[in-house]
């Protein structure tokens, strides 16, 4: 999972993890080093995830023009 998850470092992306409250965590992530993941979400806020709680990632969909699309499925 570390090898693949480094493909989306610097992208915003959706993090699925089996430990979250929602079942997922949004925000670019930063760094992958050692099993974890730093993640910082649009707040400001940094966080650590165990690689090894983390079940999909995904980056986050957008339109064709670029902009956000507004409801996420999961």
Known sequence: MKE???QFIGEEC???TI????????GVIKEI???????????GEREIINLDFVT????????KNGKKKGFVLG
């Open 4 to 6: 693949l998850a480094k």
């Open 19 to 26: 430990t979250s409250n929602n079942g997922s965590v949004q």
């Open 56 to 63: 999909r990632i995904r980056q986050y969909p957008r339109k």
């Open 33 to 43: 080093d050692h099993g974890g993941m730093t993640i910082q979400r649009n707040s």
């Open 14 to 16: 959706i993090i699925y």
